[in-house]
């Protein structure tokens, strides 16, 4: 995964950041400023290079054998 380490003083915590197959593409500016957030607020995020859909756009236009 891609690291992204806290900026805080000290690591609150360590948390998965799911971009989404939709998301990394069509919101990568949002995704990218929420990893400065999380990183900002004290959060090491951790973000998966390849990560799977989540079947989040089959799921939103009723097609559920294609959402996991």
Same mark, same amino acid.
């Given at each position: +995964?891609?690291?992204t +380490?806290? #900026?805080? $003083?000290?690591?609150? /915590?360590? $948390?998965?950041?799911?971009?989404g197959?939709?998301?990394?593409v069509?919101?990568?500016? $949002?995704n990218?400023?929420?990893?400065?957030? =999380?990183?900002? =607020?004290?959060a *090491?995020?951790?973000? =998966? #290079? !390849?990560? #799977?859909c989540?079947? !989040?756009? &089959? &799921? &939103?236009?009723? *097609?559920? &054998?294609? !959402? /996991?």
């Open positions: +995964p891609e690291r +380490p806290a #900026r805080a $003083v000290a690591t609150k /915590m360590r $948390v998965a950041f799911f971009q197959c939709v998301g990394q069509t919101f990568d500016q $949002v990218r400023k929420a990893v400065e957030l =999380l990183s900002a =607020l004290g *090491e995020a951790l973000v =998966l #290079r !390849a990560e #799977r989540g079947g !989040a756009i &089959h &799921h &939103h236009n009723a *097609e559920e &054998h294609g !959402a /996991m």
